[in-house]
């Protein structure tokens, strides 16, 4: 039976705090420190005895009226991250590509977008990188498509204006289409592409009347800088399409011209003799300018989509002007998202190089932010690369509607991954992409190769690997050295 405990009436020892203190003045150092942990065990030991609880009877429990007063221990954080590992982040998994290293937590880093979607980690499989230039994000870019492509992934580079990925689509068995000047190839912007199976054949031609449509605003849009179409002008160009439409199956470019220079009747009446000649001047360029022999006859070449990389290689252009790049880039991206865009052919990164000119027009920005908002049903995965965030900078000042719409674009990624950046692009880049103070100081010093990886609501330090082989295939210093 429990003995019941016996109720003890607490008796002060008479010696106060402040008397404690005055003896303590008037003592050596080492008997005060002394005498101070005497009684304060003496205390200790009346409290534990008066209450019966000096702790748990079990063996080896160091019951008893003292309490413990482990000595401090420090160690570096190498050692904590050993000793402890729980401290460290745990990383995304090792389903998906890998990467390379967590510079804090030595793991392996791993990434795909659809598993990550898959998981709720982000909410959408776009990707945007940004790097001053000889910092590693185009080796990112990279060594991302090529090892997703060994995974079973494919890819597509809409535009390649300086060359770059057509050594890495041979070195993965894909297929290059090189347009420019003297090239044979010959790219028809205005092609259906294979038709999804979901679709019926009169939802499909709703569909392709649409993007042939929005292609021939933005290339008259890029021709005038960005000016935008009268609505006399927008009936004049619609008109001419739909019976260039209605006479061929496969319409080009140089018959909607010829509508627009030879109206008929019908767009006569509505828009005049003179509606669409000012439409044509400027759509006349992409035949017979410095884009002639390019995107003006029906195509010589085909999208292979059971290739498991396509590029089309516009580095011909090489010296041309900005107009006639941001011209080629909007006609050659047009031509792939006919064929990436059918939900049929299987999940595929969709790369933008030097992306920004796509983001200079009002229309193909429009056609992106559609591609960024409907990646899960089209089964792509969209990668912008970029040098830094104020290139968007020659698209409007801060005010500008455009630019805002195009750093929404930015934001819109749930996967951010940034290089080193210089200091003075650094305030633009955490207002557009989130970053803490502590991530920008990360940025700003970041050696070459490693980056900063915002994916969803986690941040992580990577260091990029690459093999011996890869960077022969990757590498754009060759030139310097």
Known sequence: MKQATKS?????????????????????PEATWASAAAEDQQEEFQAFRFTGDWGSKEQNSLRGPHRLRPAPHRASTMTFAAAYPFLTESGLGHEGTYIGTDVFGSG????????????????????????????????????????????????????????????????????????????????????????????????WQAVVRQRRRYLLVALVSLMRQGTPLRPVEHTALDIALMETMAENSNPTLPMVLDHLLKPSKEMTALVGVEGGTAVSHSLRRTVSGDLEGMFDAPSTVAFDADA???????????????????????????????????????????????????LADPYMLAKMSEQWRLARTYGIANLLIMHKVADLNEIGDSTSGHRQKALGLLTEADTRIIYRQKHDAMRLTKEALGLTEAECEHVENLPKGVGLWKVGNRSFIVANRVTTDELAVFSTDDRML
């Open 108 to 203: 392996a880093f791993s990434y795909d977008p659809w598993i990550l979607y898959d998981k709720g980690i982000i909410s959408g499989p776009s990707m945007v990188v940004i790097g001053t230039v000889g910092t590693g994000k185009s080796m990112c870019g990279k060594s991302l498509v090529t090892r997703s492509i060994t995974l079973g992934r494919k890819a597509a580079v809409a535009s390649d204006p300086k060359g770059e990925w057509v050594a890495v689509a041979k070195a993965v068995g894909g297929k290059v289409i090189s347009v420019g000047p003297g090239r044979p190839a010959r790219v028809n912007p205005l092609d259906a592409g294979p038709r999804p199976s979901a679709l019926t054949e009169a939802q």
């Open 308 to 358: 498991p990389m396509m590029v089309m290689d516009t580095s011909a252009l090489i010296g041309a002007s900005e107009q006639a790049l941001s011209l080629a880039a909007a006609c050659g991206a047009t031509w792939l998202e006919a064929a990436i865009t059918n939900p049929d052919g299987g999940k595929r990164l969709v790369v933008y190089d030097e992306g920004w000119r796509m």
């Open 8 to 28: 003890v009436e607490y008796v002060p020892s008479g010696k106060d705090r402040s008397g404690r203190k005055a003896r303590g003045r008037n003592s050596p």
